[in-house]
Nanobody, 125 residues
Framework: VQLQASGGGLVQPGGSLRLSCAASGSTFNGYAVGWFRQAPGKEREFVSA????????YYADSVKGRFTLSRDKTKTTVYLQMNSLKPEDTGVYYCAAGSRLITSSLGTPGQYPYWGQGTQVTVSS
């Protein structure tokens, strides 16, 4: 499966963005999909993930209550709705997918074999 991330941009603190991760070559049926972000000089960190079944979503504590992950009915696109954005949310956001991830692995970047190219999110006034 190939992944294409989009939707990043420059937004003021308190604003919103919606990131998209589109699948090609396959659908997301049977794949867990995760979002990770990386700020300059920092390691890539887990943001959110949806399980293979699409029935459960998981969030980093830093984004709970502000970010919402969803998958469309065609199972070709996963969305990350980001509200109440903060400057510390700034970074390159990557989507990733894997067909063999278990719940305990969803937060580990190395467990995902497929990655999109990343989209820049900058939160600044």
């Amino acid at each position: 499966v190939q992944l294409q991330a989009s939707g990043g941009g420059l937004v003021q603190p308190g604003g919103s963005l919606r990131l998209s991760c589109a699948a090609s070559g396959s659908t997301f049926n049977g794949y867990a999909v995760g979002w990770f972000r990386q700020a300059p000089g920092k390691e890539r960190e887990f943001v959110s993930a949806i399980a293979r079944t699409g029935g459960s979503t998981y969030y980093a504590d830093s984004v709970k209550g502000r970010f919402t992950l969803s998958r469309d009915k065609t199972k070709t696109t996963v969305y990350l709705q980001m509200n109440s954005l903060k400057p510390e949310d700034t970074g390159v956001y990557y989507c990733a997918a894997g067909s063999r991830l278990i719940t305990s692995s969803l937060g580990t970047p190395g467990q995902y074999p497929y990655w999109g190219q990343g989209t820049q999110v900058t939160v600044s006034s």
